[in-house]
């Protein structure tokens, strides 16, 4: 009798366990301001993750934005503090400014709720090293949401690379393009553009914009490889529109065998995402997201290959997120999202704002 009575116990433990894992995570949001927000917003409707509260202090934006993706007015709060104190989430993600990521931190950590923001993770490296060391006091995951993070021919790359060793060999050379022909010129709405134009708020313009990206993807490609130097130029084509800061950077990141070069603008006359990745004996491009391309030699040529997305929780930023927090996905620490990743990528980019401003190539061990 005792025997049964101890397996029912144990069975209704585990269903009760299994039930409250399948439970929607509640996930809040901090701010408004970076209009990568709709992704999250758009996301709420599908029902896997309880959006239970809203931090925005300015009202016209979130009720124009709630009212775009009809969310109830009740889960808005004017600051991180009180959304917080009522809504207990067990993740925020941050979609306020680069700056104000720190900030999400040192809310969130002490209470243990996780943290995701948006691309670039901090506006320089000394906020990073504040948020790295709160994470790890704090025992909470911190990942950096890109864009390119969920294209399948970027992964598609990695694979071809580490399992194809002997037909391509070792990276040579990386060169990244990511851009569009400005966000002014795109029509980004002005409460993101005030900022996004605004070194204070942004660390710099096009360069830690889209330079991000690059440096991200380089790390990822190079794993557990510091790069040995930085060097960078950054120039005002558009000085009438971007008086504040630059809106074209060229970015070179040396390794010991191997050489990224990173060119974020916002001079492209269309929107690209795309990465070159030559090795001692082939090449490969993600042409697009879906789009890749291949040449193992060059008397065979290259062929072009499309791609299906990924299997979920690998194609969505929400989903990993919710799945590493639930120990259901096991992120590495070159992986894009990492902490690890995203500290090298803050490294580069503070790098390259000092060479730019410099005239010089940077060591990373001068930082």
């Known amino acids: 009798m005792i025997k049964k009575a101890l397996a029912l116990l144990l069975l209704c433990v585990y269903f009760n366990t299994a039930v409250a894992q399948k439970e929607p995570m509640k996930i809040a949001v901090a701010g408004l301001t970076h209009t990568h927000v709709h992704w999250v917003l758009q996301r709420a409707s599908d029902g896997d993750f309880d959006l239970v509260g809203v931090a925005e202090p300015n009202k016209e934006l979130a009720e124009r934005f709630f009212k775009q993706h009809n969310l ?97 060999g070792q990276i040579r050379k990386m060169v990244i393009h990511d851009g569009h022909p400005g966000p002014q010129e795109i029509g980004c709405n ?62 070179i990141v040396t390794y010991s065998n191997s050489q990224s070069i990173i060119q974020a603008s916002w001079n492209w006359n269309y929107n690209r995402k795309d990465m070159e990745v030559y090795t001692e004996k082939g090449f ?43 120990n259901e996905a096991k992120m590495s620490k070159s992986d894009l999202s990492s902490l690890e990743n995203n500290m090298t990528v803050m490294e580069i980019l503070q790098a390259a704002m000092i060479s730019a401003k410099e005239g010089r190539t940077i060591l990373l061990s001068e930082l």
């Open 72 to 168: 109830p007015l009740d889960i808005l709060f004017d600051d991180i503090d009180t959304m917080l104190e009522n809504t207990n989430p067990e993740a925020i993600c941050a979609f306020n400014t680069i700056r104000g990521h720190l900030e999400v931190v040192e809310k969130a950590a002490p209470k243990g709720i996780h943290v995701m923001v948006e691309k670039p993770l901090a506006v320089n490296l000394d906020h990073a090293r504040k948020m790295e060391a709160l994470a790890k006091k704090h025992q909470i995951q911190l990942l950096t949401n890109y864009e390119t993070t969920w294209y399948p021919t970027n992964h598609k790359i990695k694979e071809i690379l580490a399992d194809e060793k002997e037909t391509f």
């Open 284 to 326: 490969l491009k993600a042409n697009t997201r879906h789009e890749l391309e291949i040449m193992k030699n060059e008397k065979d040529g290259s062929k072009e290959y499309m791609l299906e997305e990924r299997a979920a929780p690998f194609n969505d930023p929400f989903s990993y997120m919710m799945a590493v927090i639930r």
């Open 190 to 251: 002005i409460e993101f553009l005030t900022w996004l134009t605004d070194p204070y708020y942004n660390g710099a313009g096009a360069l830690t914009d889209f330079g991000c990206y690059g440096a991200n993807l380089s790390t990822w490609l190079h794993p557990n490889e510091k790069p040995i130097s930085v060097t960078a130029v950054t120039q005002q084509l558009k000085p009438h529109i971007y008086p504040l800061v630059d809106d074209e950077a060229t970015i």
